[in-house]
């Protein structure tokens, strides 16, 4: 019974262990690449959000003859407007420190004390924006805007 053709079993659990530890190798090169990606992905989230709102305290900036900003604890968002702040600018939860004039805008502002910005007495103005989402991932903006 010598000439009999075929694989043996050893044969076949050494091929199946092969395979197992290469789909193990694959399988682990995956997850890797899966979690790097949602990680990059919340920090441009983050990076998009902030470029957002300086981008739109640009607009007011360089568009309106004045413009506030507060933070409305019933909405919960930091609102922006002419002559009250009334679009929504950022949500409230993101905003680790807004800072405007490096004067802080914080959760606790009311209709009556919120930040008017000026215009006419002032052609500059200094953001500090950092933001952090539940993650605990943080991006930080330091800008000045001007109006020419």
Do not use: W
């Amino acid at each position: 019974m010598k000439d009999e053709k075929g694989v043996t079993l050893v044969e076949v659990l050494a091929t199946l262990v092969i395979l197992g530890i290469i789909s193990l190798l694959i399988f682990v090169v995956f997850l890797g690449v899966n979690k790097n990606y949602q990680k990059i992905s919340k920090k441009t989230d983050l990076e998009q959000q902030a470029n957002l709102i300086v981008s739109t305290i640009k607009s007011y900036h360089l568009h309106q003859v004045s413009y506030t900003i507060k933070c409305d604890s019933s909405s919960g968002y930091y609102l922006i407007g002419t002559p009250s702040a009334n679009n929504q600018l950022v949500k409230k939860n993101l905003v680790n420190k807004f800072l405007i004039n490096n004067i802080p805008i914080s959760s606790e502002l009311t209709d009556s004390n919120s930040i008017l910005i000026d215009l006419s007495t002032t052609k500059n103005v200094s953001v500090y924006i950092e933001l952090k989402n539940e993650q605990g991932d943080t991006f930080k903006i330091d800008t000045r805007i001007k109006k020419y």
